[in-house]
């Protein structure tokens, strides 16, 4: 448990990093130098990259939103980060929706508990397959529109759906372990799946809004809803007498999203 606590701490501060490289990237793009090229932009995803597999781990040892909601922490970094990148302060009401969303996280972490119940594959794979292709559908949409929360939302569940996928895979360490039983399993598509539209839309926030506003959508986004469909389809537990903070965490954190969501992104020179 400590060595997942551990590695969704690592996961925390490279999704930060990732982010505001990412945002940088976005920024420097232009039409004859679009941001698939942009170095920035292509570091940030390799950085994420490594963020998800240090994720990717604690899913293996500790449950769906427990492990989201340490990253959440990085609402904090990325808020902090991308408002000095922007030479522009953080007002008022987005300080207090930041410290909302990581007092609410603090929360629903801390609700989590220990046990790990078996996984039924058959119903989970209907469903996260459905969801993809949705939630795929869904991002291709939104990105003929210039509004960037609902792109961080989207984006949100994508991650959010990988890391489901994670947390049900059938996965044997040490000895057990196979290439070929790994690739045989829908899961393992999945994973990718999800990570391939959730990072498209994340890119796309960035893209249209504020670093700091943009990544709390989309980390409380990760955090609550792939969390609750933990509990319901994976049976991630909630600690005995834990469900009251945990429901008042993710009321928190959503509230302070919704500030977030509202308030409008500061104006800055595109970089040529």
Not at 25 to 42: D, H, I, K, W, Y
Not at 100 to 128: F, I, K, M, Y
Not at 137 to 151: C, S
Request: net charge positive; proline share 6%; glycine share 10%.
């Amino acid at each position: 448990m400590l060595i997942g606590l551990l590695l969704a701490l690592v996961a925390m501060v490279l999704n930060s990093v990732g982010a505001l490289l990412q945002a940088d990237g976005s920024r420097r793009a232009t039409r004859t130098r679009p941001v698939a090229v942009q170095p920035r932009f292509l570091a940030g995803i390799l950085v994420d990259l490594v963020a998800w597999l240090c994720a990717a781990v604690a899913l293996r040892q500790l449950p769906v939103f427990a492990v989201q909601a340490v990253i959440g922490g990085s609402i904090a970094l990325t808020a902090v980060a991308g408002a000095r990148m922007n030479e522009r302060p953080l007002g008022r009401n987005p300080r207090i929706a930041v410290i909302a969303c990581l007092a609410g996280l603090v929360l629903v972490a801390a609700s989590a508990g220990t046990d790990r119940p078996p996984v039924q594959s058959e119903t989970v794979n209907v469903v996260l397959i459905a969801t993809l292709l949705v939630l795929a559908v869904v991002v291709l949409v939104l990105r003929q529109f210039p509004r960037a929360w609902p792109l961080a939302l989207a984006a949100g569940m994508g991650f959010g759906g990988s890391s489901l996928a994670v947390r049900a895979a059938h996965v044997e360490v040490g000895n057990g372990f196979s290439v070929m039983a790994l690739l045989g399993q829908p899961t393992t598509y999945l994973v990718i799946g999800f990570w391939v539209v959730g990072m498209i839309g994340y890119s796309a926030a960035l893209s249209r809004g504020d670093v700091g506003s943009v990544t709390a959508v989309f980390v409380v986004t990760e955090v609550v809803l792939p969390g609750i469909i933990g509990i319901v389809l994976l049976g991630d537990p909630v600690r005995d007498g834990w469900v009251w903070p945990f429901v008042l965490g993710l009321a928190i954190a959503v509230a302070g999203v919704v500030v977030l969501a509202r308030t409008p992104p500061p104006r800055r020179p595109r970089v040529k």
